[in-house]
């Protein structure tokens, strides 16, 4: 299973620490259940199923880039801390803490990794001014046609690129801005793509190819101008609504 995986994606690194993470935790809830001599007993079937189908639906919700991803991750978390806690402290078994502990990392990093605008971009779905939008206007230019399209989320050397138009998942693009009237032009591959709800656009996760000084020098300068537009839009916000 683990073999499909390449890690030198971000995405299926993700998956394979979501794996192993599982690994770890299965090993430690029997290797617990045996220390306790639990095993068998309703209370430890139960949990076992309960434990199976939450990350069978983890699995799932990263596999389809649901957001619930997110609220699992917090009560696994929240597990594994009652858990590690529990047995080095209370029924002092430190090397089935160590297991939770490992599966904790595991998970942290994993949601560290996930988080990137690549797959979970911040979108403000509730924000329908677009006055107030955290969003900078751009031309996509795909296979020489150009679209109109919104960037937004900036970090991490990508961001989220918000079209009505259709393309697909590793296609080239090229992106043409205005910034303090100055024409800037980077360029991208598209490596994620979120389905639209009814009325809204298609997002799209790029990642921004800086294979020269300028390049980069010109993500800097559209990173920082992004962070500074977000800053005057949520002023501008507040102060409309004294």
């Known amino acids: 299973m683990f073999t499909k995986f390449n890690l030198q994606n971000s995405y299926d690194k993700v ?84 297991l939770f502990f490992c599966s904790l990392v595991f998970l942290l990093i994993a949601c560290y990794i996930i988080s990137s605008p690549l797959y979970y971009p911040r979108v403000h779905w509730w924000e329908y001014d677009f006055r107030f939008r955290a969003d900078i206007r751009c031309s996509a230019e795909i296979d020489g046609h150009q679209f109109k399209g919104r960037l937004s989320d900036l970090r991490r050397g990508a961001a989220c690129l918000e079209l009505f138009n259709s393309t697909q998942v590793g296609q080239p693009i090229q992106i043409n801005l205005e910034i303090l009237n100055q024409n800037f032009t980077l360029f991208a591959e598209v490596r994620s793509r979120r389905e639209p709800i009814i009325g809204r656009s298609i997002i799209y996760g790029i990642k921004f190819v800086n294979n020269d000084l300028e390049q980069r020098q010109r993500l800097s300068l559209l990173t920082n101008y992004w962070h500074e537009s977000k800053k005057i839009k949520i002023r501008n916000k507040f102060a409309s609504q004294k």
């Open 15 to 98: 998956k394979f620490l979501t794996l192993l993470q599982f690994l770890f935790v299965l090993v430690a809830f029997v290797a617990e259940a045996l220390v306790t001599q639990s095993v068998l007993n309703f209370s430890f079937i139960f949990q076992f199923i309960l434990l199976l189908a939450s990350y069978n639906f983890y699995y799932n919700a990263l596999s389809n880039l649901f957001y619930s991803y997110w609220n699992i991750s917090f009560f696994l978390v929240i597990y594994y801390l009652v858990s590690l806690t529990r047995n080095f402290l209370v029924v002092g078994h430190p090397m089935i803490g160590m």
